[in-house]
């Protein structure tokens, strides 16, 4: 159980499913506020509802797609305007996308850029000076273990997470000096609705199945709360073992091995 987290607001970007809701979940227990993000309203209501009358927490909804250009300033400004002082930022919201690049819809992947990589940089942005300015919070950046190697078949997917890890990674080490910490959570395969939206059930990296969103969510919350600069969530010893060995692999090799996991 962690500890408790009286008073502290969270907003949590993609808590209408998966991992977000697991984190929404896992804050509202240890008696922390919520701001709560999302397209999909009717999910964010149902949340808000199981929370505020399981743990008595204050949950706030704020239906938006941060896919749109602006739309991550106007959360930030929202939450202005609604008085919430966010303690703990955590960026997880986030999709990804079978097939070869050039055959992929662009629209798609652009989408898949906004929100992987300018959303998450721009609640960042946004939020980091009032962090500093009262020198306090954390933030849980939402990355994969796909963010460690090149990624054959998901290739914008893989190249945002190696954007999400390597950013992260690079303000943690600027706040230093700060009480602020930024904290690079990187699940392997996770059980959540990811796998149908990026059309990859039939792949080898999914049909072995995954970790649960739960554990994943506890993991992260964990190492956000500890200040951890990363955390690899859902793996076992030797899946973790191929990943540290990945950057010392043949290159070659390396690509055939990830693009056979993205096959079906
Ligand atoms: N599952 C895995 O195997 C895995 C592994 C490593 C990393 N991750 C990362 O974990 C994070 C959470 O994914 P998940 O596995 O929990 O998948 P998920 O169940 O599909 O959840 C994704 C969340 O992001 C939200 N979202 C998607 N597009 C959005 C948009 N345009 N604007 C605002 N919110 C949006 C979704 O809500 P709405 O549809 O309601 O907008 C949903 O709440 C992602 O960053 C993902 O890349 C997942």
């Given at each position: 159980m962690s500890q408790s987290q009286q008073n502290k607001w969270a907003l949590i970007t993609g808590a209408?499913?998966?991992i977000g809701l697991e984190l929404a979940r896992i804050h509202a227990a240890?008696?922390?506020h919520l701001a709560i993000a999302a397209r999909r309203e009717s999910k964010l209501a149902e949340l808000k509802?199981?929370?505020e009358g399981r743990h008595g927490v204050k949950v706030m909804t704020f239906a938006c797609d941060l896919s749109r250009p602006g739309a991550a300033t106007q959360l930030y400004e929202d939450i202005k305007a609604a008085s919430i002082k966010v303690d703990y930022l955590i960026n997880n919201a986030g999709f990804g996308g079978h097939g070869k690049f050039h055959e992929r819809d662009w629209?798609?992947?652009a989408?898949?850029?906004n929100l992987n990589i300018l959303a998450l940089a721009e609640l960042t942005r946004r939020f980091l000076p009032d962090f500093v300015a009262r020198n306090s919070g954390r933030i849980l950046n939402v990355s994969s273990t796909a963010g460690e190697v090149p990624g054959p078949l998901q290739a914008v997917y893989y190249a945002s997470k190696a954007f999400v890890t390597s950013f992260s990674n690079a303000i943690a080490e600027e706040l230093s000096d700060t009480n602020i910490t930024v904290t690079s959570l990187k699940p392997g395969y996770t059980e959540t609705e990811?796998?149908?939206a990026a059309h990859l059930r039939s792949t080898r990296l999914v049909s072995g199945g995954g970790a649960t969103a739960a554990s994943v969510a506890q993991d992260g919350y964990d190492a956000m709360l500890a200040g951890q600069l990363n955390r690899i969530s859902g793996m076992g010893l030797s899946q973790r073992i191929q990943l540290a060995m990945a950057p010392m692999a043949p290159r070659k090799m390396l690509l055939k091995q990830i693009r056979q996991l993205q096959e079906g």
């Open positions: 209408s499913s998966g240890a008696g922390g509802e199981e929370l629209e798609a992947d989408q898949m850029i990811f796998a149908d």
